[in-house]
């Protein structure tokens, strides 16, 4: 497989933190397009995840924290043994809405989800540090732009593990680490930085009141967000019911943001295999 070889440095990483771009099936059982429209990226298939040569560039006693979404968490465990680690524990991102109640924003087959899994792997022997014995495994933050994780992984990180410290499929350069991935280069701009001015910190989908007359870039904002809903999977109906938006405010919302709408045609019924493929 062709890529860009992983840094390394004298005695090898001490921490390694991946979020690799899984390729999925969705639930009608195809593999989930790579939607350039929605700018997001290229994936990778399982074999050539798992073929990286993480080992080699890792010192022999080291910790792996793996980001794996809830449907992969079989495949997860396979690419963090194929990386020569065994699986020990795992934390939990919890999406927050502003209030702090959970963000139901998720998409999901069988249940929305609202959490994801960042699994953690030891390599020969490595106890995590002091602040790491105290330190509880739940991370609960407000969502950001497609894929994006949350900023306080590093801090969580840095005081449970020792560095060095090596960041794979990263998309935003981080001080003190080292950064590998197709997005990783400081002059890129990732794919899925679906918005300007839209940085983090407030989620861009406020409650609207009924007749209220929005800017026009807020709601191309509040648009993309919608859009990325509505192509994950959910019908107008299920993003104007979790936003408590009326159905015309919402198609209204999405085709600002250039939303190609599904055609209404009757829904086929998944098969059993294709619900075992999404689930
Ligand atoms: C799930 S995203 C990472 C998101 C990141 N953790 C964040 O919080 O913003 C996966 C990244 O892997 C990159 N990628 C895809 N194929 C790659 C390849 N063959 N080699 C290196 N990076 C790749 C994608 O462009 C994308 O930036």
């Known amino acids: 497989m062709d890529f860009v070889p992983i840094p390394t440095v004298a005695g090898g990483y001490s921490t390694v933190l991946a979020d690799p771009p899984w390729r999925f099936k969705n639930r009608t059982g195809k593999v989930a397009p790579e939607h350039k429209r929605l700018g997001r990226y290229e994936t990778m298939d ?12 890792c010192a022999e006693n080291a910790h792996l924290y793996l980001w794996v979404p809830n449907a992969m968490l ?3 465990l396979e690419v963090m043994e194929a990386w020569g680690f065994r699986y020990t524990s795992n934390i939990v991102w919890a999406k927050r ?23 953690f792997g030891v390599r020969g022997h490595l106890r995590t540090l002091a602040p790491g014995r105290s330190q509880v495994n739940m991370i609960e933050t407000r969502k950001r732009e497609h894929s994006r994780k949350p900023d306080e992984q590093y801090a969580l990180i ?26 990783a280069a400081e002059d890129v701009v990732p794919q899925g930085r679906v918005f300007k001015g839209y940085e983090g910190g407030e989620i861009a989908v406020p409650e609207i009141r009924p007749g209220e007359r929005l800017p026009e870039a807020t709601e191309l904002a509040i648009g993309m967000v919608l859009r990325d809903e509505y192509e994950s999977g959910d019908t107008i109906n299920d993003i104007a019911a979790i936003h408590d938006y009326s159905i015309a405010r919402t198609r209204k919302l999405l085709k600002v943001a250039g939303t190609e709408f ?6 086929k019924p998944p098969t059993r295999a294709e619900l075992d493929a999404a689930s």
């Open 158 to 183: 840095e005081s449970c593990s020792p560095g060095p410290y090596l960041e794979l499929f990263a998309r935003y350069p981080q001080p003190g680490w080292s950064v590998w991935g197709s997005e």
């Open 46 to 57: 399982l074999e050539s995840i798992k073929a990286l040569p993480v080992a080699d560039v």
């Open 262 to 267: 599904r055609s209404r045609g009757p829904a």
């Open 74 to 76: 079989p495949v997860g």
């Open 97 to 119: 809405r502003k209030d702090g109640g959970p963000d139901g924003r998720g998409v999901g087959f069988y249940f929305r989800n609202v959490t994801e899994l960042l699994l």
